[in-house]
């Protein structure tokens, strides 16, 4: 049973443009929700994260929006840049057991 | 790729051979894991660590038996090779004190 579902699967975006990648959980008991950007041949790396406490958390032009009772979470990526053309993953854990689900990814190309 | 190395970072093997893959970490960190990735799934939790000689399954371990002799290593073997196991295998750490994983540059498996 997949535990969080990413949507969409492949993303295209022109560059200047806002990326909105989405996710949904069923396990009200996450409480911990990273995204990981992964180039081709790299291993995935933390992006951001956030805790169900706040709504909102931003970093540069990386923002996760968090609805609780929604169960779901999203990444936006103001003024995408060709750079930015990556994998992106989102994952939730608990903290007891330190494990992370993954949803299935969004390769996301951002066109000069 | 916070001072995590995987070996071999290729393989090619045939069915029914053996296989162990290795993480190697310097910084001492309890918690270790590995991870499986492939198309369409996202990485999925095959099995991991949270200490020397500890070790439990994840979603997906069967076929797979890992071990925990060091702090600094953690081991996946793959007794008998099928072309079901076929994937980009990753290690992670984390910290004792946070959820947050940092993956390894993972290693490329191929089973004919």
């Known amino acids: 049973q997949q535990q969080v579902k990413q949507s969409p699967q492949s993303l295209i975006v022109q560059k200047g443009g806002i990326s909105i990648i989405n996710c949904a959980y069923e396990?009200?008991?996450?409480?911990?929700f990273p995204w990981y950007q992964q180039f081709p041949g790299k291993g995935p790396a933390l992006l951001i994260a956030i805790r169900p406490d706040v709504s909102e958390k931003k970093e540069g032009r990386f923002t996760i929006s968090f609805n609780k009772s929604a169960k779901q979470f999203s990444l936006h990526i103001m003024d995408s840049q060709p750079g930015d053309s990556a994998t992106y993953f989102c994952a939730a854990s608990i903290a007891s057991a330190r494990q992370l689900t993954f949803g299935s990814g969004t390769q996301l190309t951002v066109l000069p | 790729d916070a001072g995590i190395t995987q070996s071999p970072r290729h393989k090619v093997t045939e069915t029914g051979t053996p296989v162990t893959l290795r993480c190697h970490q310097t910084e001492n960190h309890r918690y270790m894991y590995w991870y499986r990735q492939d198309p369409g799934h996202g990485l999925r939790l095959i099995h991991y660590s949270y200490g020397v000689k500890d070790t439990d399954k994840g979603e997906v371990s069967d076929g797979y038996s890992v071990s925990r002799s060091k702090t600094e290593d953690f081991l996946l073997t793959l007794e008998s090779a099928t072309s079901s196991q076929t994937s980009v295998y990753f290690c992670a750490i984390s910290l004792w004190d946070s959820q947050t994983q940092y993956f390894g540059p993972g290693t490329r498996l191929l089973v004919l």
């Open positions: 396990n009200t008991a996450f409480d911990y």
